[in-house]
């Protein structure tokens, strides 16, 4: 399964943007998520979503992001509000097929991955 993400840019402080990850081939029964990493940083899990739409974020988001998928466009998004700085990253859209579900952030448990795209909040 090829991924593209799409959506990122610029944006201030307390700003917004929505990321979306495209699929080519069916998503049904696949855990998909959201990575990201930072110049320097280990990559990290953002959020995932299970093919039952179980989800599970990381904690440091504070309630601030929110996960969905759409399995019969093959579509994941990523709404991301409030965004701060410390959020500037490199955003990743990650597909596991060795799970349906599960509260799993571990890129080694993801084994297709999107190019990425880039998320800079800065004033």
């Known amino acids: 399964v090829q991924l593209v993400e799409s959506g990122g840019g610029l944006v201030q402080p307390g700003g917004s943007l929505r990321l979306s990850c495209a699929a080519s081939d069916n998503i049904y029964s696949y855990l998909m998520a959201w990575f990201r990493q930072a110049p320097g940083k280990e990559r990290e899990g953002v959020a995932n979503?299970?093919?039952?739409?179980?989800?599970t974020y990381a904690e440091f988001l504070k309630g601030r992001f929110t996960i969905s998928r759409d399995n019969d466009l093959r579509t994941m998004s990523l709404q991301m509000n409030s965004l701060e700085p410390e959020d500037s990253a490199m955003y990743y859209c990650a597909l596991s097929r060795r799970y349906y579900m599960g509260d799993t952030l571990r890129t080694a448990d993801f084994d297709s991955w999107g190019q990425g795209t880039q998320v800079t909040v800065s004033s």
């Open positions: 979503i299970g093919a039952n739409g179980h989800i």
